[in-house]
């Protein structure tokens, strides 16, 4: 299995509201990522994980909060979201952090911040 | 941050050509990787090239890597319609811990 799975695909959520996005793999990946690319750029780093511990947080408002539950699964909680937060979101993981393998990406999340 | 820049941002070719895309990145790397996102969907790893090597093959892909001139250049040879993508180069960044995306090329192969 060497996919990496995010949900939901769509989100529309309003600024005030709290909602969750999910990334998952099975991989056996040590380090998780977070990134976010609006229309026409490259993803952004937001976040990564290594062996479940934050290890790099790109100066990210607090709106934005990682979770990593366990080696598998990789959460962002998002609260009082602001409509320039509207993007793809991606996850991604590899075997460790450093990146001298690939990286495998999800499909992201489409947010949409109303 | 971003790392790398590529060139040109847009490239459109017919099928059967070839397609070169340059990147340019500012400090020093352990690796350079390439990735093709189709229709702003997840990206896909096309190839990974490490500091010592200075060219790489992998089908129709050639890459190769000038550290002199911080710079890589992805080849596409025989293009096909389904090459239609972008691609963005990315380096693992100044101290090797996270990969960092460089602008990007989007590439039209015409039918």
């Known amino acids: 299995d060497t996919e990496v799975t995010q949900t939901p695909k769509h989100l529309v959520m309003g600024m005030t509201n709290k909602k969750s996005l999910k990334c998952e793999q099975h991989?056996?990946?040590?380090?998780m990522y977070w990134y976010k690319q609006k229309a026409k750029k490259p993803p952004e780093l937001m976040f990564v994980?290594?062996?479940?511990?934050?290890?790099i947080n790109e100066s990210v408002p607090s709106r934005f909060s990682p979770e990593c539950p366990n080696s598998s699964l990789l959460n962002l909680h998002l609260h009082a979201l602001q409509p320039e937060d509207s993007a793809l979101y991606l996850c991604?993981?590899?075997?460790?952090?450093?990146?001298?393998?690939?990286?495998?990406f999800g499909q992201g999340t489409r947010l949409t911040v109303v | 941050s971003q790392q790398g820049e590529e060139d040109p941002q847009a490239l459109s070719i017919q099928e059967g050509e070839n397609a070169t895309m340059n990147c340019s990145y500012k400090?020093?790397?352990?690796?350079l990787q390439w990735y093709r996102q189709n229709s702003g969907r997840g990206l896909v790893h096309l190839i990974l090239?490490?500091?010592?090597?200075r060219e790489k093959h992998s089908g129709r892909l050639r890459v190769t890597l000038d550290t002199s001139k911080k710079s890589s250049s992805l080849l596409i040879t025989a293009s096909r319609a389904a090459d239609t993508a972008s691609y963005f180069c990315?380096?693992?960044?100044?101290?090797?811990?996270?990969?960092?995306f460089g602008a990007g090329t989007i590439l039209r192969v015409k039918s």
């Open positions: 400090t020093s790397i352990n690796n």
């Open positions: 991604a993981s590899s075997k460790k952090q450093g990146l001298a393998t690939e990286a495998f």
């Open positions: 994980y290594s062996y479940e511990k934050l290890s």
């Open positions: 991989m056996g990946h040590r380090a």
């Open positions: 990315a380096t693992d960044g100044e101290y090797g811990n996270k990969l960092v």
């Open positions: 090239i490490r500091s010592n090597e």
